[in-house]
Each structure stands twice: as structure tokens, then as C-alpha cells.
């Protein structure tokens, strides 16, 4: 894939020397970093390493205390409508099992063009087509009227990804989206999620623990500690050496599947 960078095109997302805190604690400390247009990058480091933190204050979710956040070239905070193009799926998705929403309504609460240009019948008819065919590009479309208690983890997972797909997106931001689910479920989601990408020329940026995953599909990796200690192609920045550094004495797996690295030894 061409690094869009090189190519001269502006990056998709850029963080400056971004530090935030969780009361006194410093979370995250002067991180930077750039997405290039079309590249799926992943964040890897232990638990409370500031990961999640700082996708949260990427998307505006919790304020940050000092650096900069630039997306689509604007700051964060001038985004405007430019934040319909950003789909994001968190770790959790808390909700009562009983509540009576069907998977084509939960999706359907993505759909957000605006009604008044439209009228409501074509609005209602549109809204449906991209409903369904969001759900088909996720292999659900035969689940649509199904209500989502039913759903399993990874099922529920491809229909917040179909909520991302039922209206055009150019940036799609998962933190730890196989929270959850098992190695078949995951290996599926991260299937789907490469030839959507292929297919609709995201920029994804995804916080992971799955470095087997993050090895087979990733263009880049973002290596922190509440540091940036390193980033790189894949290859190169999962090396056992970097993998050490970042996980330290907590580290006791990372491949799951075709090579393993533990504590003072390398398999």
C-alpha cells in the first residue's frame, strides 16, 4: 500500500506531543503520531498504558490538557460535519438484552442524512436500502429483524460494523472491537474488516491486544506504554526485543496462533 504521506497527500489524522491526565495521573504523555489515507494502524501496549484514553480523546470523548489533535486536516474541535465521516466501535457495548430493538433499528440509528431535502417517503425508503445493504456487506442480512439480545459477541460486533457502513465513512476507529469473542468470531471480523477496507479505502486506527492479528493485517503499529515508544511496519516494530520493552515483566504471550514470546525467552 502507498503511504499517502510520501504520495504528498496531508494525513488523515494527526496528534501532537498529546498529554492527558486522569486526575493527577498522566495517562498519556506528549504522543505523537499521523495516519496516512488508507492504512490500517494499530495501538498495542499493556493494560493502562493510556490506549483507550487516547482514542477517547481523539473522538472528543474526554478533553486532553496539553498537544494537539488534527483530523481531516482541522482540529478536533472544528470538525463540523466532517464527523459523520468517522465510525467507531468501542470495547463495550452496555445494554439491556430485553429492550425490544431489532438489528435493522440499531443500524438504522446510524443513518443520519438530512430528512428535510428528501421529504419523509424517499427518506424512509433510502434509509431502508442502506440498511439492508449494510447488513448484507456483514453477512447479517438474514438477522435483521432479529431483536439484538439474541446476538452473539461477534455478531453484535458486524452490526455496529454495519452501523459504520450505512452511511459513507472515511476514518473507522475500534478500540479493542474483539473484546469478547472467540478466536473464530475474531478471525471472521478481522476477515470482513480487510476487504471492507480494500473495498471502501478506510483509514482505520484500532487499539488491539491480538498481535498475531495485528501482525497478519496492520500496515503499522503504535507501541505505548503512556509513551510512544515506537512505531513502525509491523515486522519490524514487533520484534522481541520491542515487544520487552513495552510489556516488560507483564508480558507473557503475544502470537496466539504461529509464534509466542515470553518473559527472557523467544520461541
Avoid at 201 to 230: E, F, G, K, P
Wanted: hydrophobic letters at 40%; charged letters at 20%; aromatic letters at 8%.
Amino acid at each position: 500500500m502507498i503511504n499517502s504521506l510520501l504520495a504528498g497527500e496531508p494525513p488523515v489524522v494527526k496528534v501532537s506531543n498529546l498529554t492527558i491526565y486522569r486526575g493527577e495521573y498522566t495517562a498519556v504523555e506528549s504522543v505523537s503520531f499521523q495516519l496516512s489515507s488508507g492504512t490500517n494502524t494499530a495501538i498495542v501496549g499493556p493494560n493502562g498504558a493510556g490506549k483507550s484514553t487516547l482514542i477517547q480523546a481523539m473522538l472528543g470523548l474526554i478533553e486532553h490538557q496539553a498537544g494537539e489533535i488534527q483530523i481531516f486536516g482541522h482540529q478536533r474541535q472544528n470538525l463540523g460535519h466532517s464527523w459523520q465521516s468517522i465510525g467507531y466501535i468501542p470495547q463495550k457495548l452496555p445494554f439491556d438484552r430485553s429492550f425490544p430493538l431489532s438489528v435493522a433499528e440499531l443500524v438504522g440509528l446510524g443513518y443520519h442524512h438530512q430528512r428535510r431535502f428528501l421529504g419523509f417517503g424517499k427518506y424512509a425508503k433510502r434509509k431502508r436500502q442502506a440498511v439492508e445493504y449494510a447488513l448484507e456487506q456483514v453477512n447479517l442480512q438474514n438477522r435483521a429483524r432479529q431483536p439484538i439480545g439474541v446476538l452473539s459477541g461477534g455478531e453484535l460486533k458486524r452490526v455496529l460494523l454495519a452501523y459504520c457502513l450505512v452511511v459513507p465513512r472515511s476514518l473507522l476507529v475500534l478500540d479493542e472491537a474483539m473484546a469478547g469473542v472467540d478466536a473464530t468470531g475474531e478471525a471472521e471480523f478481522a476477515d470482513l474488516l480487510a476487504e471492507l477496507q480494500q473495498e471502501k479505502a478506510w483509514t482505520i486506527l484500532q487499539v488491539s491486544h491480538d498481535l498475531d492479528m495485528v501482525s497478519r493485517y496492520c500496515d503499522r503499529v503504535i507501541c505505548m506504554n503512556r509513551r510512544l515508544l515506537c512505531q513502525g511496519v509491523p515486522h519490524v516494530t514487533l520484534a522481541p526485543e520491542n515487544i520487552y520493552r513495552v510489556y516488560g515483566s507483564t508480558l507473557t504471550r503475544y502470537f496466539h496462533k504461529h509464534e509466542s514470546f515470553r518473559v527472557g525467552k523467544s520461541i
